[in-house]
């Protein structure tokens, strides 16, 4: 979200940011003194309503977050994408809001058929994530052809980048750096030899501004690098930036996870001008650049703390 917001700035369009602030970290907007934020939750309609008055469009980014976390709370993962986006939607059509930009997720096709996935793939979830990213991608398109209103739906592969929070229930990405950072082994979930599209956050951020200026669309467009790679050379990659050697564990794989993941991106090129511009090893070392300079600072706010 704040990487969206810093680029929306810089295109000098006026931001209002609504989050409850349950995986994101408000320091994260400090930078941004002339935004207004308003702490609160998507399924709290008065809380849309503040958020929304007098804006021309909305990008909804909010939501219950990722397959392991949806496979522990099925109910809230539903709750906050499903009924969350519907809340999002009925506010925008009240306040004759035309365009909204949807983050929707390839964890809605499921294990891929054939590679590269695109939007045509047949949609098969696995996960009740999948599904509830689905469902709200669905209303969106709904509200898009009932009502005067572009709605349109970004189908995010693998996101990392500048930001991005580590916990258990993390992009494989942050959860390696942390590892690394603390010398501990690394454990990866299956063989390694499944595959990722990993794209940069920053990319994100263009895929959003792209749909906000696109006219008289309402679709799902597939967001990713357009390129694959395995488990195994993104935990080699990540080592070699640190220089060091670090023993790696395989546990079995976890439930609801695809073997492989490649986008093809051919509409959101055509369609949105949507090119990916940051090459994996560039927004690696840019990521872990800045995750061992966060981690340099806490080990030495620790240090001279009483």
Known sequence: GSNIVRLLLEESYRVSVLDNFSTG??????DFPEVTVINGDIRDETAVETA???????????????????LNNPVLDSDVNILGTIKIL?????????????SSSAAIYGEPQYLPVD??????PETPYGVSKLGGEGQC??????????????????????????????????IFADRLLQRKPITILGSGQQTRDFVNVRDIARANLLALNVNGVTRAFNIGSGRSTTIQDL???MS???????PIRHHAPRAGDVQHSLSDITAAREILGYEPTIPLTDGLNEYLSLARSRDEQQNQDMKVSP
């Open 141 to 174: 398109l709904a509200y898009g052809r009932l009502y005067s209103m572009d709605t349109i739906c970004l189908r995010y592969f693998n996101v990392y980048g500048s930001n991005q929070r580590y916990d258990a229930y993390g992009n494989v990405i942050p």
């Open 25 to 30: 970290y408000l320091e994260n907007l400090t």
């Open 119 to 124: 939007e045509r793939h047949p949609l098969q």
């Open 235 to 237: 935990a080699s990659a």
């Open 52 to 70: 929304i008055e007098g804006v021309a469009a909305i990008i909804h980014l909010a939501a219950s977050v990722g397959n392991a976390r949806s």
């Open 240 to 246: 070699n930036f640190f220089g060091t050697t670090i």
């Open 90 to 102: 009925e506010a925008a059509r009240k306040a004759r809001i035309t365009k909204v930009v949807y």
